[in-house]
């Protein structure tokens, strides 16, 4: 297929693969900031191609994984209301909450609705004026346009039965926490290619600086990621440090403005707990106040819960490059996709789950098989 | 949950509760999820703790699509299924063909004959009569064209709401001729896997008729009779040793079941397995797996490797079989595992999802 094929190529990645061993002198960490690059990274066995030394650790940026319990049990909560259609994407529904999670609320009789954009929730909003409608607006700068966009839309047509549960996280401020940690041990990051598709690259430029860290813009397949390892490595090597763009294809340095004019309407920047991490000051998106009426914890009046993770969960540890999935002690014995202990086991592009998925233990995606056929 | 701690006036802290512990084990689900009939880990989990446990018995423990019973001198093979698709009517078939080509590939898979089906209706009160006819009119070309005919049948009717228009079931029974033995305790190191065509359009035809997606050009479900393809590959005296056809779970759950059901290791080339540039550019939008997508008509054969050849020509020689190519061997490393080899030369496991594939983020 166009545009997807030509990016996973094997021979081109070889050459890439070639490229960086010859320019690599000495061990480097980089950090993959993107949930979707950690599962391209793992299910195309990328990180098998890298020359010995040069280490990829999973990032925080992974929508799912982040959202706190919290959030999950105030729309399990919100899902089971009589008289509530809760929309949310695909990938929240099977993320358990403190007892259950939305697929079993769907199962005792709640309507909990998958949708492909917050738009859909409007139109089933406009559709069914009597029922009230919650969309999870769960995500990065990626999906804050589209759900800026839902409320602007609501908002202008009066709807008064449209609302979102909003858990917006900003990736900007997670980096920087990453960096100021003790533990850190990121020497250059890939940033998310989508992200930066909407709110281009020039917030990054500070952080470069201030942390002498190089990062690099980098998209999904492949060939995208190897060369953004290969930018990486090369300005670690010749000790630079500044924003480069990989994903040219898709990244322009501003963004694109339409878009972040969209999410500047209607959020504002605020403090988030980032599950397994903690509070970020300014790490997320908020309704502003001419928006609240559009915010469902208001109003389904859903007062402060506060819930606390398995101690023996180790995800904030994974979120933060500290810890590989795959050494966590109960990676794959009591911490299962099917029996989560944390985050980064239940989504799809968790660090966990995708090395479950991937490479369970008795596996070595090292090991020459030869060819298949 | 009790309805208590629903009421938004008394919010609740658990963070010093004893009860408090992590997420319920998902598999522990006190109520029937959609998820349970999705193919995946929690289906098959679903049929260990509530089917075999309550029905088991050696027939079952061959985990075979369907059962192959020695009766007066005769191998009968004998399978059963449900169909439920919603919409009834979608590019490249119904829910008609479905359930007629859908039961006899589950005899087929036994290496048997197909020769005679049942067919048990369930229908909606206010299903108009002339999408019953439809739906008949298609079993029936169905049946034509596998050699089935139908021996015996069921109907009821439900009220208004309590089936999506019909469900149909159907059983089937087939003759399996003698010396034919294929079942996933056969295979050995070394076979070589066929798959018989192009994988991901069943799957993803019901999809875009459901969520109104539209393509250039109108993905068609793969939905046809494969019986004809197995009986030409075993009047060749192809050496089969089992075959599964990759329904509900797609590909992935099938290779998965059988390297779990015969301890072999089963390698796989990502690259070798045909998947239309439709059917990928809509699993690239909607994150799905192509590997994990529903077939109706695609099975994968395991051969011993010196007819792998004149199996595969077999193979492509039969209608929609073009495409029909080696994904792969079977292996004594990597037991009881399915590794496969990326596009870019990497390898990495295919495991059997937990339940249903369900759309991302972003």
Known sequence: MRFVNEYRDGRAAARYARALRRITTRPWTLME??????????KFGIDTLLPEGVTLVHGPG?????????????????????????CSFGDMLRVPGRTKDLLSVKAEGGDVRIVYSPLDAVAIARREPERQVVFFAVGFETTAPANAMAVQQAHREGLQNFSLLVSHVLVPPAMEALLSSPNSRVQGFLAAGHVCTVMGYEEYEPIAARYRVPIVVTGFEPLDILQGVYMCVKQLEERRAVVE???????RRNGNAPAQACIRDVFEVVPRKWRGVGEIPQSGLGLRARYLDFDAERRFELGALEIQEP??????LVLQGVLKPHDCPEFGARCTPDAPLGATMVSSEGACAAYYRYRRAGFDPGLLRGAAV | MSTQSMNPAAPRTDTASPSFSC?????EYPNVLLAHGGGGRLMHHLIETVFLEAFGNPQLENRHDGAVLELGGARIAFTTDSYVVRPLFFPGGDIGSLAVNGTVNDLAMCGAKPLYLSAGFI?????????????VGSMRDAAQAAGVQFATGDTKVVDRGKADGLFVNTAGIGVVPSGVVIRPSEVRPGDAILLSGDIGRHGIAIMAVREGLEFETPIESDCAPVAGAVQALLAAGVEVHCLRDATRGGLATTLVEIATASGCGIQISEAAIPVHESVTGACEILGFDPLYVANEGRFTAFVAAADAERALEILRRQPGGGEASLIGRTTVQDAGLVVLQTRIGASRLVDMLSGEQLPRIC
């Open chain 1, 33 to 42: 900031v993107c949930g979707g690059q950690t599962h391209s990274i793992v």
């Open chain 1, 62 to 86: 992974c929508p799912v994984c982040v959202t706190p319990l919290e959030l999950i049990e105030k729309a399990i909560l919100i899902a089971a209301r009589p008289g509530v259609i809760f």
């Open chain 1, 245 to 251: 763009n990989q994903y040219t294809r898709a990244v």
């Open chain 1, 311 to 316: 101690r023996e969960c180790k995800s904030g």
């Open chain 2, 23 to 27: 997420p319920v084990p998902l598999q």
């Open chain 2, 123 to 135: 229908l909606e009160e206010g299903l108009p009569m002339e999408t019953l006819r439809r739906v």
